[in-house]
């Protein structure tokens, strides 16, 4: 059998969000005998249904529903944008309906990540919109404690709803030291949770 795995699915433009997610995955393989499946999703075009390639130019591959279907859990990631999360993300999830009517995800441990250029730009908003359809499937959302010492220092991102990064007017910072140990964190607790939850 297949080992169990959490599926680490984002979208990024500009690879801020995929750095965090690949922080998360290391979180998630600290954890014995549960990997981590990175998959992101195609870019939306705005004036046609334009075919992507089958195959992403750089990053992860993209996302099948059977990705989503098989998973132990779910780290979901989106750049801020508007305070939301980006559209190729929702138009991503506005295709599971298949799973939302078999109930596939319910119970299921998930968690929520983001990427802004400034620290008030929204990323509490964007991660709770994330949460929101991830409700509707009635997985259980995990964030992060604050017995993470990094969330009341950290000067950059990392909430209690999930790990964010502040990546600056050109996306140009790297993450800082908190934000990488939250990303593992948050990795970690829910690849920990996965766990505990399929060995029942
Ligand atoms: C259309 C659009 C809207 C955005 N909205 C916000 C915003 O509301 N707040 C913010 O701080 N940054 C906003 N940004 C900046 C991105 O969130 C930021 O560059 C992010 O780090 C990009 O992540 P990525 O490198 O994974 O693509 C926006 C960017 C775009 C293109």
Redesign the pocket.
Known sequence: MAAPYILVLYY???????AMAQQIARGIEKQSGIEARLRTVPPVSATCEATAAGIPGTGAIYCTEEDLRNCAGLALGS?????NMAAPMKYFIDSTSALWMTGALSGKPAAVFT????LH??QETTLISMMLPLMHHGMILCGLPYSEPDLTSTRSGGTPYGPS?V?GEK?QAPLTEEEKRLCQAQGLRLASIATKLTSE
């Not at 990024?12 to 995929?18: D, E, F, I, L």
């Open positions: 990024s433009r500009h690879g801020a969000t995929q750049p801020t944008r508007f305070g990427s802004s250029a400034s730009g929204g990064h990546a996306s």
